[in-house]
């Protein structure tokens, strides 16, 4: 199962699931109101580090979703929420609801930002 299909199934048709498959696309989008993000660390155009600090600063959760390390991370995003590939949908659930609950949702639905490719459950 991809990302993208497991947070739908989970949360329903009120959520929106944007996936994006290139750093401009990320960096873009970043600047729009998600209520939180899932980034791959290397997608085409390079890596997602300026794309998270960001999210970070405009107070949007977001985890890495990578096969990359949590060591590859640089040293002011080594605290971030990650995610190793190949995950299972509960990890993302997990992430994805807590994030949702900790008071970043609206009353018209749900806006997530996927920068990462499909994997597997």
């Known amino acids: ?33 998600v209520h939180c993000a899932l980034l791959d660390v290397d997608v ?10 960001k999210l970070r600063a405009r107070g949007t959760p977001f985890a890495f979703v990578s096969g990359s390390l949590p060591s590859d991370l640089p040293a002011e995003l080594r605290g971030a929420t990650f995610v190793r590939k190949p995950f299972h949908s509960r990890d993302i659930l997990g992430f994805v609801t807590s994030a949702l609950e900790s008071g970043h949702t609206a009353t018209g639905g749900t806006s997530i930002n996927l920068s990462t490719g499909q994997n597997q459950d």
Do not use: Y
């Open 1 to 33: 199962m991809d990302i993208e299909a497991a947070v739908l199934d989970d949360l329903g048709p009120r959520t929106e699931v944007i996936v994006v498959d290139s750093l401009a696309e990320a960096q873009t989008l970043a600047e729009d109101s």
């Open 44 to 53: 085409v155009g390079g890596k997602t580090f300026e794309v998270a600090l």
